[in-house]
C-alpha cells in the first residue's frame, strides 16, 4: 500500500516531464534530450525563487513555466528550425535534433556547474508528514501530486475540447496533413516545443519541493522521460500518463521489495519488454 | 511437375484499419505461365504483389510457393526462396555501378554469387537487356528505360523462379514499349513463371496466357485475355456502366 | 588468395609506415607525450570499432562505456586467476554477447529507440554490476595489478587498432560489406534481394562492441584500482560519438581526423579548466551538427568534389569494392 502511493506520487511527477517531452517529440518531431536539463534549470529557479524571495513555489510556476515557455520558443526557432528545414526526411531530423539537442543539453549542463557547482541542493516547503491510510508521507509530495494532476487535467482539456489543441494534435499525427487543413505546421511545432518545455518546466519546480537534486542528473530524467513516451506511444498524452505511473510504481516496488541501486533495471526491463513486444506502445498506432 | 502450381494464393486478405485492400482473393499461377493481374487503380494489384513478395503482411488467408507456405515469412526469406521483382517506380542503388546493381540481386539468393563469377554473370545480364557494355556507368544518370532494364537485370541475377514485374512498361514511350514487350516475351521463351501488373492492353494480349482482373480488391475475372476482356463485369470495371 | 590493387597496396605501404612511426613513440618519451598517445590511440581504437557499426547504419551508438567497463571488468575480476590474452578474449565474448542481445532487441526498430536504449546502457550495467559485486563479493572495486607499463599498453593498442582496421577493411570487401552498402542504399531492395537487415546489423554491432570491449580491458591495467563509475563512465560514449563525427563516419580511417585533434583540446581544456569540459562537448556538439555535417572528411570531399567535377564519386565507391 504504502509503494502504491509512493509509487503514484514519483510516477505523477514523471508524468509531468514526460508530457512536456511528448508534446515536443511527437508534435515538434525533436527528440528533445536536452529536456532534463530544462527540468533542472527549473528546479534551480524555484530554489532560489523560494530561498532568495521567499516566493512558494507552487506560485514559482506561474514565473517559470512562462519563462521556460519564451525559452524553448527561442530554442526551437533559432536552433531547430534550421534542422527540419535542412533535413530530407524523418529520421534523418531525428538524428540531427538527437545530436544537436545533446550539444545543447552538454552546455546547459555546464553552464549550470559553472554557477551552481556539482552540489546537492534541497529546500524546506511543506516538508510536515501527512498521515494517509496508516503511513506517513511529506505533504510536499502530496501537495506536487496534486497540482500534477491539476496541471495534466488542463493540458488534457485544452488537447481534447479545444480547437487550438486539436490543431495541435493533428500535427502529431501528420504534419503533411495537417497543413492541408491550412494548420500552420511551422507555427505549432514551435508553439508545442514551448508548451513541452514549459510543462517539464513546471514538473521540475514541483520535483524541487521534494526532491534533492544537483546539476547533473539532467540525463537520468531525459532517459526516463524518453522511454515512458516511447512506453505510452509517440505522441499520445494518456499513454504517457499511464506509462508515467506504471515506471513510477515500478521503481518504488523493487526499490522497496529487490534493491533500491536496481531501479534503472526496472526501467530497463519494462523497456526492453515494450520494445520486443509492443514496440508502438500502449496507445500508439502501428506503423503498417 | 510442368502442371503443378507454382504459386496459390488462397483467400488472401489484407486490411489497412477500415481498408479493405485485398478481399478474399483465390487464384493460382502455373510454372512457366504467364499471368496478367489487371484492373482498374486502386483495385489492390500493388498490394497483391507486395503480399507475394513479402513487402506486406497478410491479414488472413494463404500464399503458397510450390506447396510451401511463404505468407507470414519476411521478405528477405521469400527472396531467397526464388521470388523477384521490379518496383512501380524504379529502385535502384544510386551509389553503386551498374554492374554491382546486378551483382546484388545474385549474392543473397538461392544462386549465392560472387567474386569474378558474379560479374561475368551480371555483364552476361546486362547485354541481355541490352545494357551491355555499360557495366561501370554512373546509375544516378541513367534514362528511365535504362534503370528499368537495370532493375530487370538485377531481378534475374537471382535466377527466380517466380518473376514480379510491377508496371514494368509503364511510362515508355512506343518504340521503347517494343524493345520492352520483346523482352519479356524473351524471358517468356525461357520458360520464366511470371506474374505482371500492367495497364498496358497491348502488352497483356500479346504476352499473357491468362488474366486475372480485380476491381476494388476483389477477383472479377479469371482466364484467357481474350474471353477476360470481353467479360461485362470487366469492362464496366474499366469504363464504367453505361458502356457495357 | 586477397588481392590488392595498387591504390589499396600504397595505402597499405602509408599505413605500415605510420605505424611503425607511431610504435617508436614510448622510445623517445615515457612521461606526459606517451600519455597522451596512448589517450590517441585509445580512442583511435574505439571510434574506428565504433564507425565499423554506425558508419554504414547511421545508428548513433552511446553503448560505448557498457562494452569498455565490461572489458575493463573482466580483467578486474579475472586479473588473479587467469593469463592476460585470455581475458581479453573473454571481454570480446562478453561484450559482443552484450551487442547481440542488445541489438537483436532494438535493431529492428528506428534508430531512435537504439540511441535512447544505448544512452542508459552503461548506467544499468553499472547498476547491476554495482548490485552484484555488493552481493556477492562484499566490496565494490578491484584491484589490478599487473606487470604492464604504459607502453605496453600502448603498444597492445596500436596492434588491436592494426586488427580492427584489417577486419573492417575486410568486412567491406566481404558480402557483408556489400550487403551494408546495399541496406544505405534502398533498405526496401535490400531485402527484396536476400537480405537480413536485421542480422547484418546485429552482426556488425557485435563486431563492433567486441572491439571495444577488448579495448576497456587492456586499459584495465591503467586504472589499477577499477570501481564501476569509472569503468562505466558515460562521458567515454559521448566523447567517442563526438570524435567519430568529427572526423567524419565516411571511410574507416576518417575518424582519425577527430580523434586527434579532440583528444589533444580535451587534454588541455581539462588540464587548465576542468569545469569548462561539458560545455567543450556541447559546443562541439553543435558545430559538428550545423557546420560539419559529415566531418572534416566530408569538407575535404566537398572540396575535392567542387575541383574534381568530371569524376563521379560512385567510381571511386566501385573501385574500393573490388
Redesign the interface.
Known amino acids: 500500500m504504502d509503494i502504491l502511493i509512493t509509487g503514484t506520487v514519483l510516477g505523477g511527477t514523471y508524468a509531468l516531464i514526460a508530457l512536456g517531452l511528448t508534446l515536443q517529440y511527437g508534435v515538434a518531431r525533436i ?1 528533445n ?1 536536452a529536456n532534463g536539463e530544462n527540468l533542472v534549470l527549473a528546479c534551480f529557479c524555484a530554489f532560489w525563487l523560494y530561498t532568495a524571495a521567499s516566493i512558494n513555489p507552487i506560485i514559482g510556476i506561474a514565473l517559470i513555466a512562462p519563462v521556460a515557455f519564451v525559452l524553448n520558443w527561442a530554442i526551437y526557432a533559432y ?1 531547430m528550425k ?2 527540419v528545414d535542412r533535413a530530407k526526411n524523418r ?1 534523418q531530423l ?3 535534433s ?3 539537442t ?10 549550470m ?2 554557477v551552481f557547482g556539482g552540489e546537492y541542493f534541497s529546500y524546506n516547503f511543506l516538508s510536515e508528514p501527512v498521515r494517509i491510510l496508516g503511513e506517513n508521507y511529506g505533504l510536499n509530495r502530496i501537495v506536487a501530486l496534486g497540482a500534477a494532476v491539476v496541471i495534466a487535467v488542463a493540458l488534457y482539456v485544452f488537447l481534447y475540447r479545444t480547437r487550438y489543441g486539436t490543431a495541435v494534435r493533428a500535427v502529431s499525427v501528420s504534419p503533411s496533413s495537417a497543413s492541408l487543413v491550412a494548420i500552420d505546421v511551422p507555427r505549432m511545432s514551435a508553439f508545442a516545443f514551448a508548451l513541452g518545455g514549459a510543462l517539464t518546466a513546471a514538473g521540475g519546480a514541483l520535483l524541487s519541493t521534494f526532491y534533492t537534486f544537483n546539476a547533473s542528473m539532467g ?2 530524467f531525459t ?1 526516463k522521460a ?2 515512458i513516451v ?1 512506453m505510452g506511444g509517440v505522441g499520445d498524452v494518456r499513454g504517457a500518463v499511464l506509462a508515467a505511473l506504471l515506471l513510477g510504481l515500478a521503481e518504488t516496488a523493487v526499490a522497496s521489495l529487490i ?1 533500491p ?5 526496472a ?2 526491463t519494462l ?2 519488454l515494450v ?2 513486444f509492443r ?1 508502438q506502445g500502449i496507445f500508439g498506432r502501428q506503423t ?1 | 511437375m510442368s502442371s503443378t502450381n507454382l504459386l496459390s494464393v488462397e483467400a488472401a486478405r489484407k486490411a489497412f484499419g477500415g481498408l479493405v485492400a485485398v478481399n478474399d482473393v483465390d487464384f493460382t499461377v502455373k510454372q512457366s505461365e504467364l499471368i496478367g493481374l489487371i484492373g482498374p487503380n486502386g483495385s489492390g494489384k500493388t498490394t497483391m504483389m507486395n503480399l507475394i513478395s513479402g513487402a506486406l503482411q497478410l491479414t488472413s488467408g494463404a500464399i503458397r510457393l510450390d506447396g510451401e507456405v511463404i505468407s507470414g515469412m519476411p521478405a528477405h526469406q521469400i527472396a531467397r526462396r526464388g521470388v523477384a521483382r521490379t518496383f512501380q517506380l524504379v529502385r535502384i542503388l544510386p551509389s553503386l555501378s551498374a554492374v554491382e546493381n546486378v551483382i546484388a540481386g545474385a549474392v543473397f539468393g538461392h544462386v549465392r554469387a560472387w567474386g569474378d563469377d558474379a560479374y561475368r554473370e551480371a555483364e552476361i545480364l546486362l547485354d541481355r537487356v541490352g545494357l551491355g557494355g555499360r557495366g561501370n556507368a554512373p546509375t544516378g544518370s541513367m534514362t528511365y528505360i535504362d534503370q528499368k532494364r537495370l532493375e530487370l537485370a538485377r531481378a534475374l541475377a537471382s535466377n527466380p523462379r517466380l518473376l514480379l514485374l510491377d508496371e514494368w512498361l509503364a511510362g515508355l514511350n512506343p518504340s521503347e514499349l517494343r524493345i520492352g514487350i520483346e523482352l519479356i516475351r524473351d524471358l517468356r521463351e525461357d520458360g520464366r513463371t511470371i506474374i505482371m501488373v500492367e495497364h498496358v492492353m497491348d502488352a497483356i494480349r500479346s504476352l499473357c496466357d491468362r488474366c486475372v482482373v480485380m476491381s476494388s480488391g476483389v477477383k472479377i475475372a479469371d482466364g484467357s485475355v481474350h474471353d477476360v476482356l470481353s467479360q461485362p463485369e470487366v469492362v464496366t470495371a474499366y469504363l464504367g456502366a453505361e458502356d457495357a | 588468395m586477397i588481392r590488392m590493387n595498387n591504390r589499396e597496396q600504397r595505402v597499405a605501404a602509408i599505413a605500415l609506415l605510420l605505424f611503425g612511426a607511431a610504435a617508436s613513440i614510448p622510445l623517445l618519451d615515457e612521461g606526459y607525450y606517451l600519455s597522451l598517445s596512448v589517450n590517441i590511440a585509445m580512442y583511435a581504437v574505439l571510434c574506428t570499432a565504433w564507425t565499423l557499426f554506425s558508419g554504414p547504419t547511421h545508428y548513433i551508438s552511446l553503448a560505448t562505456a557498457a562494452f569498455f567497463g565490461i572489458g575493463t571488468y573482466s580483467v578486474g575480476l579475472g586479473i588473479d586467476t587467469l593469463p592476460f590474452p585470455l581475458l581479453l578474449l573473454i571481454a570480446a565474448l562478453a561484450s559482443g554477447i552484450l551487442a547481440g542481445l542488445v541489438g537483436i532487441a532494438t535493431l529492428r526498430l528506428s534508430g531512435v529507440y537504439f540511441v535512447i536504449f544505448t544512452l542508459g546502457l552503461a548506467e544499468l550495467v553499472r547498476q547491476v554490476v554495482t548490485w552484484l559485486q555488493v552481493k556477492f563479493l562484499g566490496a565494490v572495486g578491484l584491484y589490478v595489478f599487473t606487470d604492464l607499463a604504459e607502453k605496453h599498453i600502448f603498444w597492445m593498442l596500436l596492434a588491436l587498432a592494426a586488427v580492427v582496421f584489417i577486419t573492417g577493411w575486410l568486412v567491406n570487401r566481404s558480402r557483408l560489406g556489400f550487403a551494408m552498402r546495399i541496406i544505405g542504399n534502398d533498405e526496401t531492395v535490400a531485402r527484396h534481394v536476400g537480405i537480413d537487415v536485421a542480422r547484418a546489423k546485429v552482426i556488425l554491432f557485435v563486431i563492433s562492441g567486441a572491439f571495444i570491449g577488448i579495448t576497456g580491458a587492456i586499459l584495465a591495467p591503467r586504472f589499477a584500482y577499477v570501481e564501476p563509475p569509472s569503468a562505466f563512465n558515460p562521458v567515454i560514449s559521448f566523447q567517442v560519438v563526438i570524435m567519430a563525427l568529427l572526423g567524419g563516419t565516411g571511410r574507416l580511417w576518417a575518424p582519425l581526423l577527430g580523434v586527434i585533434p579532440f583528444t589533444i583540446l580535451f587534454d588541455r581544456i581539462s588540464a587548465s579548466f576542468p569545469n569548462h569540459t561539458s560545455l567543450l562537448i556541447g559546443v562541439t556538439f553543435m558545430a559538428i551538427v550545423y557546420f560539419l555535417p559529415r566531418g572534416v572528411m566530408g569538407l575535404f570531399e566537398d572540396i575535392r568534389a567542387r575541383k574534381d567535377k568530371t569524376r563521379p564519386v560512385a567510381a571511386g565507391v566501385a573501385e574500393a569494392a573490388e
Do not use: H, R
Request: charged letters at 5%; hydrophobic letters at 70%; glycine letters at 10%.
Open positions: 527528440m534530450l536552433a534550421p534542422l529520421g531525428e538524428i540531427d538527437i545530436l544537436a545533446f550539444g545543447l543539453m552538454f552546455i546547459m549542463q555546464g553552464v556547474l559553472l540525463v537520468i532517459m524518453l522511454i516511447i534493491d541501486g536496481l531501479t534503472l533495471a526501467t530497463y523497456f526492453i520494445l520486443l514496440p503498417a
